[in-house]
């Protein structure tokens, strides 16, 4: 536990005793291992506490019931009810034009013959070099702990990174396009809802254009309020929202950036070292502004917003509302560019600001390294996979957790090192752990004792 110092700010607020820390100042209990210390894998994919184990239920380019290849570059994931006590995880493809050879036609760059093209929502020029990223469903058994359906649901989309889950059995997948300016880039950058179906068949594309044209990564939805709240994957993003004229439906709206009440034009990304601003725990008034012209078909969205007094972060990435709150991964945030979570509580009054502190930013640690991905644990925190911005940071990728109790410890490590993690999501019981391994092209469920949580 050498050099671990980690900044951890909550204020008296929903996960109670965290605070910052040093190496003298850690206590006894403050870093937990309720599971017990890592295990080597013998198979050199996934070393789990003892008693835990996993299953690969999916590898890269295996074929799927429809015939096609189980796509790579698999990312952003949930898990929904499914029939007869199944589960559909419905999971994204982080596919871009340059990366066509990892995709399903990985031998065919054209849709094959007697394709629908209506099916794609880029088919390519002459159905050629069709975009490649969408969505997989994989139907799963928690019972005999086994796939029992894999199918493509979503294609002719680019880069699709994360998304979010909604109450109603949909998924909101989200592009994040290489390049909104150029060649075929002004096609993407929107948002598409894909269902969470164990019937296989590839799903009709509808962009949500309402949700503005960016490099998006992640949504999460208020079910209070029906506002959804979306991250950009830019060293210069915003952190937006959208208020649906009708709850629950994103086609028409208002899409809208945060700003700080007393900072326009706000920094947060905290790069600085001697600024020290913003600092963990401190409250921020956090109000939005109104955008406009929002398909930006000059990818300007944000610097418009910034420059309109929207606050600035450093590639917002994961989001997700536990209880009241939204916890935003940022992924190299912070001075030493380890990344930053930030809490984000909604007021629930438009005349009153909401609230949003930098909750945690970790400094010269292994402890937590580029949070992207996160998910509620079914013990009351966060879950959260690493992705590694620099490989001496640390030696592997790592899922980490945080009770509600502020109590924090490892649940996995990539065996083989510095591969993302990408997609960790519960079933609807609490039993399984599903995770992406991206680099290596798998999908898998872990399971053990998680009673020892309490």
Known sequence: MTSRRFFLGTAGLAF???????????????????FGPLVKDAKGILDLPEGFSYRVLATRGEKMDDGYLVPGQADGMAAFPGPEGKVVLVCNHELGLEMTAMGPFANNLKLPEGFDEA??????????NPSLGGTSNLVFDPVAGRKTGHFLSLIGTDRNCAGGPMPWGSWITCEEPADLVEGRGARHGWCFEVKATATPGLQKPVALKALGRFRHEAVALDPRTGILYLTEDRGDGLLYRFIPDTKNDFTKGKLQALAIADKPSADLRNYDPESKWPLPGTPLKAT???????????????????????????????????????????????????????????????????????????????????????????????????????????????????????????????????????????????????????????????TGPWEKMG
């Open 288 to 446: 939005w502004i109104d955008l406009q012209d929002t398909d930006a078909p000059k990818d300007d969205l944000r610097l418009r917003g910034y420059q309109a007094g929207a606050a600035r972060f450093a590639r917002g990435e994961g989001i997700h509302m536990v209880g009241n709150s939204f916890y935003i991964c940022c992924t190299d945030g912070g001075p030493l560019r380890r990344g930053q979570i930030f809490r984000l509580d909604p007021s629930g009054e438009a005349e009153t600001p909401d609230r949003l502190e930098l909750f945690l930013q970790p400094e010269l640690s292994d402890l937590l390294t580029n949070g992207d991905n996160l998910c509620p644990g079914p013990w009351g925190g966060i879950v959260i996979c690493e992705d590694l911005i620099d490989p001496g940071f640390a030696p592997a990728a790592h899922v980490r957790c945080v009770t509600a109790e502020g109590k924090i410890f490892t649940l996995a490590r990539n065996s083989s090192g510095q591969g993302e993690f990408a997609g960790g999501c519960f079933s609807p019981d609490g039993k399984w752990f599903f995770v992406n391994l991206q680099s290596r092209g798998l999908t898998v469920a872990v």
């Open 119 to 128: 099916l794609a929502f880029d088919p390519g020029e002459g159905r050629a």
């Open 16 to 34: 109670l005793g965290l605070q910052r820390y040093t190496l003298g100042e850690i206590t006894a209990g403050r870093v937990i291992e309720p």
